[in-house]
């Protein structure tokens, strides 16, 4: 293998992590040469509007509209693509592939969906696929997992991964906004997908879960193994009555793996401990929190959105792929743990097993005996009360109370049998909402 004396990248997409790319490779070209140990020259730029890009960060020869550029060209070393979304940038990452040439991704959605294809393309090519964007923005996971804990045992993973929806719950709490208020400076801030639904729903932190935990056990996790629920039916009464019980409301999404071999893979909202790691996660930070056997707890936490902190990581894989170019060392971190190939097949465990305390809010009509048959409900169900707060009419004579109980630790499926049967109920008025209480 003959080393190149430049690592030449094509930069597939100039949007705003596209530019903050272009930006950072201006701003520090030499301290970067000197690190990699040679320059980064960009060849192509290829955007969909080409006269969108700023010159100053790009001269105009270089821009284009049409992949085919990129992947034409055979001094192309690192296909750089930052577009998003499975197609076509599936396609476009494929062919790079099968062109051997390297390939750095911040792409989530396609990686937890066609992970394991580009990967397993990717090392029968002999080629790196490089991806630390992809998850938590600027926080360097995807290394730390695959290289820095490679001698250790992951048995809890932890990770507040979608900026969205931390930014919403926290401004909920802090300033006591309502949802839909949140949500909106968030996107003004430029947090959220392009559709945030994706944050809101958990659909973003689903597609990094599967991402990690195929990292941290080595195990074929696909998008549909995860339980997933959004922060969408959070109300600003469930942030203020989880902080009377000493809890904050945090975005989590979480993997285990269980003394039966079975992962467990949430993404949700929880009550956590307002004392906690996480707790303290606030605003638009995104943190992973990871618990090894030998380790112990190790955080990570910083910016997970953004055009420089995306930036930075994918320009760090760049510096990454160059090494691996000038060194003639491909395939230096081994790809199988994220194919599966190592390990027996993924067992997911049935979330309807999953064990934990619980908060539940119920909203009912004032009448003598409903606490009764409340309790009732709880009891059929095996379901047992820890604590429990009666929020008032508020003035008015027939207003909705509010009941809010925590319930010691039961099965998901008994709590789901509870609120089904509360919904029964003459007095209860709109649905009954559990939220998981997170420990540890
Ligand atoms: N929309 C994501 C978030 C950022 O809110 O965290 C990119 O992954």
Known sequence: VTSPRRIRIGLLGAGVVGQGIL???????????ERLGAPIEVRHVVARDPNRVRNDLVPKALLSFDPRVILDDPEVDVVVEVV???EPAGTFLRSAIEGGRQVVTANKALLAERGHELITLAEAKRVDLYFEAAVAGGIPIIRVLREALASDRIVALRGIVNGTSNY???RMRDAGLAFPDALREAQELGFAEADPTLDVSGGDAAHKLAILATLAYGAQVHLDDVTVEGIDEVTATDVVLARRFGFAIKPLAVARKLASGALDLRV????VEETSVLANISGALNAVYVEGAMVGPCLLSGLGAGALPTAMSVVSDIVDVGRNLLTGARGRVPSRAFRGESLEPI?????????????????SQDRPGLLGKIAGVLGAFDVSIEQLVQEGRGGAEDAPITVVMLTHEA???????VLRELAFLPQIVGRPKAIRIEEG
Do not use: C, K, N
């Open 23 to 33: 930006e950072l490779l201006r701003d520090h070209a030499g301290t970067i040469a």
């Open 84 to 86: 998003g979304g499975l």
């Open 168 to 170: 919403v719950l926290s």
């Open 268 to 271: 949700h909202p929880a009550l």
């Open 347 to 363: 067992q997911v465990r049935d979330p309807a097993e999953h064990r934990t305390r619980f908060y539940l809010r119920i909203q």
């Open 411 to 417: 099965p998901e499926g008994a709590i789901r049998g």
